[in-house]
């Protein structure tokens, strides 16, 4: 069931559990449980052009700015003051990829988000698969997942 309240947004699942949210970046409902209403939820809306949002995914993901910088590689000033810098943009597309890859297998973006910040990879050393992204291992880990799903799949 869901409804709104004032600026509150009020999700109760099937089996009792309520959430709240107070802003419309804490509310699962601004992601949507599918990609491509997520993939536009984090359009620039203030970049003419294919941009994507630091401020939207680090809303998204439940983290801050500074978290995000030093996952990009970049100083921290970079993501306010240049958000479309080319570290900035390589950095969300990447995180983006294996997310999708996750919603692919997951079925839906709330839970790929919450694989891709909290699942340890055993193949990985227990690594997350946002540590990864971070390191710059994208294509590693989009080769782990696609065996993965080609494992369940045959």
Known sequence: ???????????????GYTMTATSVADSPLILGRDYDHFLEYLRDPDT??????????????????????????????????????????????????VIKAGTDIAGDVSRALFWYRNEPLTAFGYKTPEQLVSEGRTEDLLRYVASMEAGAAG
């Open 1 to 15: 069931m869901l409804c709104s309240n004032d600026a509150r947004i009020v999700r109760t699942y099937p089996w």
């Open 48 to 97: 003419p052009g294919p941009v994507l949002s630091p401020k939207r995914f680090s809303q998204a993901l439940h983290i801050d700015l500074q978290t995000l910088a030093e996952q990009a590689h970049v100083h921290r000033n970079t993501i306010s003051r240049a958000p479309t810098s080319q570290g900035v943009q390589r950095f969300l597309r990447d995180a983006l990829k």
